[in-house]
DNA sequence: GTCTATACGTCGATAGAC
DNA sequence: GTCTATCGACGTATAGAC
């Protein structure tokens, strides 16, 4: 339990809370400030800027951690089986809350670097093949794809369809890019 | 050649061609207005907000219009093809300045809607296989990854990489969707 | 029916006094 | 460190002139 929060940390927190429920344009400096109960002033003169503030806020590491590290005949389905699992509505947030601030080159920046980080590096080296750079960037892609329609755009049919069928078929999708064949059936199975 | 515009036709075309360079939250109905030669009112007053003049300026349709048509076999290439092929920078910028200005509710809706008439309504009766339609929607995810990564944060190894090879890779993982086989090869072929 | 002029309220950000 | 006062720019509304 944190009994105290610094001015700061409090800035912090309701920001975090803000932006996700009402997105970066929708929130205003002095709601933040409002709802953490100081100075509108203070929130600048903590973080530098709003957008600051909003990358300080927003983290998207370490979201598809483990993922990338088990065994190749199965990644395509864990990848989504891990976007769709325990802290599923946490990642579609903090996506949610990022890709509609990309009007911000910084935020565009933060995102590139995310897809660098939790998939072009870890499986850059382990994909089996030619162009597997490439390929691990085009995995990165089609996670994201996922992503722009379930969070983003929020299309009510991927949101609410069984989870095990949309691991199943988009996970052979993204195992079509990953160069080893899944034991557990074709694409349309 | 137009010779003459009338006021609308200015301020739609300055529009455009301002939401297209600098993004939504970028340009002001007043430079807008200067562009155009006309007063800031009177934008508003032409097309009622700042928010529906840009859904009244971009267009996302007709964009894909051939390509969900031809055989199946390589409906996967085909797509990725057309992306890149002859147009590629108008639809790249204008869905590049669309998912910038996710910010807006009523713009979410028109990407949602976009995806419904230009892959699940074309394909879905077309798919063979179950759950053609979930099937179909993925695809859409899948090329709106594409996009993110080529147009929204621009990562410069898929900006610049070979079209060709683009093309066969990421076709390759479409057509896994698809459900019909490709005779060119495998994915990572 | 256009268009101009002006103004309102809110925004992010700053300067300077406590 | 914190607050007060204020800035310039923004989206938008309106009243009234052509």
């Avoid at 970066?24 to 109960?37: I, L, P, Q």
């Avoid at 660098?116 to 490439?134: C, I, N, Q, S, Y």
Wanted: hydrophobic share 45%.
């Amino acid at each position: 339990m944190t009994v105290t929060l610094t001015t700061r940390e409090a800035i912090a927190r309701a920001a975090g809370a803000l932006f996700e429920q009402h997105g970066y344009t929708g929130t205003s400096v002095r709601a933040v400030a409002a709802e953490a109960g100081v100075d509108p002033a203070l929130v600048i003169r903590h973080f530098g800027s709003k957008e600051k503030l909003f990358l300080d806020t927003m983290d998207l590491q370490g979201h598809f951690g483990g993922a990338t590290l088990g065994p190749l005949e199965e990644l395509g389905e864990r990848l989504v089986a891990t976007l769709l699992g325990p802290g599923r509505d946490v990642r579609l947030s903090a996506y949610r809350a990022m890709v509609r601030a990309t009007d911000s080159e910084l935020v565009r920046a933060r995102l590139l670097d995310a897809l660098e980080e939790m998939f072009v590096g870890p499986l850059t080296p382990r994909l089996p093949g030619p162009h597997a750079e490439l390929r691990a960037r085009l995995i990165g892609a089609q996670v994201a794809g996922l992503l722009d329609q379930m969070a983003l755009v929020e299309d009510p049919v991927l949101v609410s369809v069984d989870p095990d069928l949309l691991t199943r078929t988009y996970g052979a999708a993204i195992q079509a890019l990953v160069g080893v064949p899944d034991p557990t059936g074709g694409p349309v199975s």
